[in-house]
Antibody, heavy 116, light 107 residues
Framework: QVQLVQSGAEVKKPGASVKVSCKASGYTFTSYGISWVRQAPGQGLEWMGWISAYNGNTNYAQKLQGRVTMTTDTSTSTAYMELRSLRSDDTAVYYC?????????WGQGTLVTVSS | EIVLTQSPDFQSVTPKEKVTITCRASQSIGSSLHWYQQKPDQSPKLLIKYASQSISGVPSRFSGSGSGTDFTLTINSLEAEDAATYYCHQSSSLPFTFGPGTKVDIK
């Protein structure tokens, strides 16, 4: 069965960076893109962008341009999302999901807390 | 950016009742509209893709309709386990966006 397993919770100071991993199994990794969605505490879902696991093409939300980088490692079927220059309003649960248009399989979420 | 609005924001419903949630897009998105269910402390779950296409493993009481700018998620004969927040999501135009969510509570 398809599984996406994300790395554990992180606590970061403002200005730091965080890198969240998402290890995929149960399907051919390069056949699907990986999208990232975040959810601030008590808030709705926010699309962050996606990466093609086939050729590495990316598309990022404009508000995150310059601060976010999505990558993949096809040898380990793992996707990564790095967010730099963290601010308090980046505090959220970060989800990876399989697909670039709709998201049928999701990771369990990674809580990133930004606090001084 | 395409803005999605949902109504109602909140609905309290008795079991077996029919629930209708609407999602309106700020411009036409064809059928590129998907619905998710999220229960507290869980990841979202895909219910409907491309406005009306069913998803394997999702109960048949969930259905979707609409195209262009107006879409509907219908839950026929609500069950207690359907208490959740429901989100619409468009993939017609970048940046992809989500609606603000509709919380469904069980009376």
């Amino acid at each position: 069965q398809v599984q996406l397993v994300q790395s554990g919770a992180e606590v970061k100071k403002p200005g730091a960076s965080v890198k969240v991993s998402c290890k995929a199994s149960g399907y051919t990794f390069t056949s699907y893109g990986i999208s990232w969605v975040r959810q601030a505490p008590g808030q709705g879902l926010e699309w962050m962008g996606w990466i093609s696991a086939y050729n590495g093409n990316t598309n990022y939300a404009q508000k995150l341009q310059g601060r976010v980088t999505m990558t993949t490692d096809t040898s380990t079927s793992t996707a990564y999302m790095e967010l730099r220059s963290l601010r308090s309003d980046d505090t959220a649960v970060y989800y990876c999901a399989r697909g670039t248009e709709y998201f049928q399989h999701w990771g369990q979420g990674t809580l990133v807390t930004v606090s001084s | 950016e395409i803005v999605l609005t949902q109504s109602p924001d909140f609905q309290s419903v008795t079991p077996k009742e029919k629930v209708t949630i609407t999602c309106r897009a700020s411009q036409s998105i064809g059928s590129s509209l998907h619905w998710y269910q999220q229960k507290p402390d869980q990841s979202p779950k895909l219910l409907i893709k491309y406005a009306s296409q069913s998803i394997s493993g999702v109960p048949s009481r969930f259905s979707g309709s609409g195209s262009g700018t107006d879409f509907t998620l219908t839950i026929n004969s609500l069950e207690a386990e359907d208490a959740a927040t429901y989100y619409c999501h468009q993939s017609s135009s970048l940046p992809f966006t989500f609606g603000p969510g509709t919380k469904v509570d069980i009376k």
